[in-house]
Nanobody
Framework: QVQLVESGGGLVQAGGSLRLSCVAS????????MGWFRQAPGKEREFVAA????????DYAESVKGRFTISRDNAKNTVFLQMNSLKPEDTAVYYC????????????????WGQGTQVTVSS
C-alpha cells in the first residue's frame, strides 16, 4: 500500500516562501507522475502542479506559474513544491497525489493522496 506524507506547510507573510515535501512509501514512486493540489475553505480542490515520472515535463495552474516550482528526487521517493511570492489567496490545504500514469495525466487520474499540509499566507 503506497502512502504519501506531506510536510513543510505553515504560516508565512505575503511575499514569503515555503517548500513543501511529499515522501512516498513503496518502490514504484519513480514510475509515476506526481501532482500537487490544494483546497481552500469553502472551495473545491484544485490542481496546482504536476511532474512526469522522469521530471522532463511539468505543468502548472495559471495562478501559480512563475511563482511555484515542482520537482522530484526519485532516489528519495520525494516530490517538492517550492512556493515563492506567496499571496493570501494561496492559503489552502495542499495535497500531493500519485497518478495512475508515468506522464502527466488529466486531473482526474490521480489515485493515491496524502493527508495534506496547511499553508496560511497572511497579508
Amino acid at each position: 500500500q503506497v502512502q504519501l506524507v506531506e510536510s513543510g506547510g505553515g504560516l508565512v507573510q505575503a511575499g514569503g516562501s515555503l517548500r513543501l515535501s511529499c515522501v512516498a512509501s513503496g518502490r514504484t514512486f519513480s514510475s509515476y507522475a506526481m501532482g500537487w493540489f490544494r483546497q481552500a475553505p469553502g472551495k473545491e480542490r484544485e490542481f496546482v502542479a504536476a511532474i512526469s515520472w522522469n521530471a522532463r515535463n511539468t505543468d502548472y495552474a495559471e495562478s501559480v506559474k512563475g511563482r511555484f516550482t515542482i520537482s522530484r528526487d526519485n532516489a528519495k521517493n520525494t516530490v517538492f513544491l517550492q512556493m515563492n511570492s506567496l499571496k493570501p489567496e494561496d492559503t489552502a490545504v495542499y495535497y500531493c497525489a500519485r497518478s495512475y500514469y508515468s506522464l502527466i495525466p488529466s486531473e482526474k487520474d490521480y489515485g493515491v493522496w496524502g493527508q495534506g499540509t496547511q499553508v496560511t499566507v497572511s497579508s
